[in-house]
């Protein structure tokens, strides 16, 4: 009877313990969440906008062909997917003491970040010229001196990756830029756009998986052989 009082006690200690931990650790996120949904019901009161057309797909509220974006949506997830891959990954290595290859995958998931934004909200096509009348050419050279600093902060980085695939990602990227200035955006023209884009968004994804894999890779031999001398000593 005692053992069993004691285990239920420890039991209620440790569950309360991570209780608090977790409060600790949703309080942010869980912020972040009230604010969007308040700055959602603000707009629609202001713009009057259905709350519903916040929360629901464009294709069930128009009722379009739901196939219609289908390749711009698979952009999106692919600059998510390698997004979450960086930043994951440069945390647990700047945690760990590679501050220089943490600081290159952090720089790296938030240009990433910054692409996936600008793609899933229309900032440079749509958003900030016909709101704000900045010409995305800006968003362009931006993009541009951002992959410049990119380039020459991180070389050195960069030359120990599988920096092929990289140059080869951002050519595509580069070529889709070009179409999009040069070619009028009807028919193929677009085909060709967004195709160069796609492959570019593929090879990026790739290159950084890998790069990451291999980072990761290394940091747990490293935690094997450390764990290794330890038990000898």
Not at 141 to 156: C, G, S
Not at 178 to 201: C, M, N, P, W, Y
Request: net charge positive; proline share 2%.
């Amino acid at each position: 009877m005692r053992l069993a009082e004691l285990m239920s006690r420890d039991f209620i200690n440790k569950t309360l313990d991570q209780l608090k931990a977790s409060l600790r650790l949703l309080v942010i996120p869980y912020l972040i969440v009230s604010v969007a949904l308040f700055s959602v019901w603000l707009i629609s009161r202001h713009y009057d906008i259905l709350i519903d057309n916040f929360f629901r797909e464009p294709a069930a509220i128009l009722k379009f062909n739901p196939f219609l974006g289908v390749m711009s949506n698979l952009g999106v997830l692919l600059w998510t997917f390698s997004a979450a891959i960086c930043l994951f990954v440069a945390v647990l290595l700047i945690k760990k003491g590679s501050r220089k290859i943490g600081a290159y995958l952090l720089y790296s998931g938030l240009l990433t970040f910054v692409l996936l934004v600008d793609d899933f909200c229309l900032l440079h096509e749509h958003i900030f010229p016909q709101y704000l009348n900045v010409s995305e050419k800006i968003f362009y050279v931006a993009y541009i001196l951002a992959m410049l600093f990119f380039f020459t902060i991180f070389a050195k980085i960069i030359l120990q990756t599988d920096y092929i695939i990289l140059l080869i990602a951002c050519a595509f990227l580069a070529l889709s830029i070009v179409s999009d200035l040069v070619l009028r955006q009807t028919g193929i023209a677009v085909l060709i756009e967004d195709g160069f884009k796609l492959f570019g968004i593929v090879t990026w994804l790739i290159y950084f998986s890998r790069t990451c894999y291999q980072q990761t890779v290394i940091l747990l031999k490293q935690s094997s052989q450390l764990g290794a001398g330890v038990e000898r000593d």
